[in-house]
């Protein structure tokens, strides 16, 4: 069973940066396309940003390139979204998933975690 755990999130003012971790306890993770959504309320769960299994392809929502940077080490089963300059608009409950199709939204990912909430202040 793949089962994500997400981690990092927590309140911060506009401007500040946060670290999520996502830890998949699965011996395969490395094979793994990953990807990190968010959803705000009232929302619908929009993607944010994926990285291939080597790290070798990423690709960003507009709304996030050049503050947000994900990376992953394969030897800890963990990837990682850096979260920089943050705004309000970027408050949402943050997952991780696993990439199982070919585009980016989020009916082709599975296996989702619970979240972790990131709360921007103004």
């Known amino acids: 069973q793949v089962q994500p755990v997400e981690s990092g999130g927590g309140l911060v003012q506009a401007g500040g940066s946060l670290r999520l971790s996502c830890v998949v306890s699965?011996?395969?993770?490395?094979?793994?396309?990953m990807g990190w959504f968010r959803q705000a309320p009232g929302k619908e769960r929009e993607f944010v940003a994926t990285i291939s299994w080597n790290g070798g392809r990423i690709n960003y929502a507009d709304s996030v390139k050049g503050r947000f940077t994900i990376s992953r080490d394969n030897s800890k089963n963990t990837v990682y979204l850096q979260m920089n300059s943050l705004k309000t608009e970027d408050t949402a409950i943050y997952y991780c998933?696993?990439?199982?199709?070919?585009?980016?939204?989020?009916?082709?990912?599975?296996?989702w975690g619970q979240g972790t909430q990131v709360t921007v202040s103004s």
């Open positions: 998933s696993v990439r199982t199709g070919d585009s980016y939204k989020p009916s082709d990912y599975d296996y």
């Open positions: 699965q011996r395969s993770f490395s094979i793994y396309d």
